[in-house]
């Protein structure tokens, strides 16, 4: 038989469960990216395919601009895309809490994979950004680069996390009544 004080406990406890979780995940994220992906080739290919992308947009508005390897060049500035440029962590943040979450696995799938496509695009909209950025506007390149663009990319996340904890929810507390 449950008490009242047990009934009180479960969210406290559900939200310890999720940062436990979400801290554990968190962590297993950041020993896969430093232990095993920044010295594979595949996320050297990765940090490429990011620079080709970005140039070929680029391109599209400034003439002469090409990727070589990682760089990102042009008359205008150039640009190494390096560890730290890929949003690997935002999207690990944002997997690790969708998937601490308390709801069904098929939204945590579609959270996950319309949230990593959606911070992918964002790190596009960074990394065209600071390139122009350094060419148009170069004292305010390093504040974007380390204060700016992360600040953003963070708030990001953490929105688009907000947003599916509100869809994943939607169903269950629909028939909720205000308080």
């Known amino acids: 038989m449950r008490g009242v004080s047990d009934r009180d406990d479960a969210p406290r406890d559900s939200w310890l469960r999720f940062t436990l979780i979400f ?3 968190a962590v297993l994220s950041e020993l896969v990216y ?7 080739a595949l996320f050297r290919d990765y940090l490429a395919a ?22 990102i060049t042009g008359r205008l500035f150039s640009v190494e895309i390096a560890r730290g ?3 690997y962590r935002m999207c690990a943040l944002l997997t690790s809490a969708i998937l601490a979450f308390p709801a069904p696995l098929p939204r945590k799938a579609w959270g996950i994979a ?16 600071l390139f122009l950025i ?4 170069q004292p305010h390149f390093q504040r974007s680069h380390e204060i700016y663009f992360p600040i953003f990319l963070i708030a990001m996340t953490v929105g688009a ?7 994943a929810t939607h169903e269950r507390f629909s028939d909720a009544t205000p308080a």
């Open 23 to 25: 801290a554990a995940l």
């Open 34 to 40: 430093y232990g095993v992906a920044l010295e594979s």
């Open 50 to 71: 990011l620079a080709r992308i970005s140039a070929w947009i680029l391109a599209l508005f400034i003439e002469g601009v090409h990727a070589d390897g990682t760089a």
């Open 85 to 87: 440029c890929d949003a």
């Open 114 to 129: 319309l949230g990593l496509v959606w911070l992918n695009l964002l790190n596009f909209v960074r990394i065209i950004g």
């Open 134 to 137: 350094g060419g148009y506007a």
């Open 161 to 167: 996390w907000m947003f599916w904890v509100r869809r």
